[in-house]
Nanobody
Framework: QVQLVESGGGLVQAGGSLRLSCAAS????????MGWYRQAPGKRRELVAT???????NYADFVACRFTISRDNAKNTVYLQTDNLTPEDTAVYYC??????????WGPGTQVTVSS
C-alpha cells in the first residue's frame, strides 16, 4: 500500500504560480512512476505530468512549458511547479503513484482555482 497526501493548492490570479507537493509513505520501494493528474468540473481526469524513477519527466501538451515536475527522493516527495496559470487550469489536482506490480494509488486531491 502507498499513501499519498497533496498540498499547496489554493486560489490564485491568472498569471500566478503555485507549487503543489505530494508526500508518499508506505511501500515506497514499489513505486515505479509518480504523476500529477487533474480533473475539472464536468470533465474527465487527465494527465498533467509524470516522472518515472530513473528517467526524465513527461508532460501533457497543454502544459506548454508552464509546469515543472520534480522529486526529492530523500523526502519521498514529488512537486509540481505551476506557472503562468490560466482559468482553464482550474481543477482538482491529484497525485498518483504507479507501482511495479501494476497498481495505482491516488491522493485525495488539492483544489487549484485560477481567477481571471
Amino acid at each position: 500500500q502507498v499513501q499519498l497526501v497533496e498540498s499547496g493548492g489554493g486560489l490564485v490570479q491568472a498569471g500566478g504560480s503555485l507549487r503543489l507537493s505530494c508526500a508518499a509513505s508506505g511501500s515506497i520501494f514499489s513505486i515505479k512512476t509518480m504523476g500529477w493528474y487533474r480533473q475539472a468540473p464536468g470533465k474527465r481526469r487527465e494527465l498533467v505530468a509524470t516522472i518515472p524513477y530513473g528517467s526524465g519527466p513527461n508532460y501533457a501538451d497543454f502544459v506548454a512549458c508552464r509546469f515543472t515536475i520534480s522529486r526529492d527522493n530523500a523526502k519521498n516527495t514529488v512537486y509540481l511547479q505551476t506557472d503562468n496559470l490560466t482559468p482553464e487550469d482550474t481543477a482538482v489536482y491529484y497525485c498518483a503513484a504507479h507501482t511495479t506490480d501494476g497498481e495505482t494509488y491516488w491522493g485525495p486531491g488539492t483544489q487549484v482555482t485560477v481567477s481571471s
